[in-house]
């Protein structure tokens, strides 16, 4: 364990010098798997590890969610989301009339599952 925390900084090395050899590589697979995602999905290391922090503590209201959900969000932000549309009321009536006059189109609209004025087309 003296020889893993040997190549660290100081203020890591003082943080991991109470811990003991499992404890401790358990903290360096835990920054491996952050640096992982890290460098495949393109986020910036503090970004993750904030994501880390609020997500997987088990110290929080929700009792702390698996590392894969931090994974989960991370790719998610490499996605291209899928187009919605706010549908005027006062001018077309709701959301009805839009999808009915996109399908006259040849184009599919579907409700939008969180505003009830939306309407999401397909990728």
Partial sequence: AAAAVGFLGEERRQRLAALNETEI???????????????????????VELWTGQLCDPTRSHGGLPFSEVQVLAESCNQI???TLRVNRLKLGGRTALIEALEQEDVE???????PWGVVLPR
Avoid: H
């Fill in 81 to 83: 989301p899928p187009v």
């Fill in 109 to 115: 609209g579907a409700y939008c599952r969180i505003s």
């Fill in 25 to 47: 590589w358990a903290v360096a697979r835990e920054e491996e798997t952050t640096a992982t995602v890290c460098m495949e999905m393109s986020l910036p290391p503090w970004l």
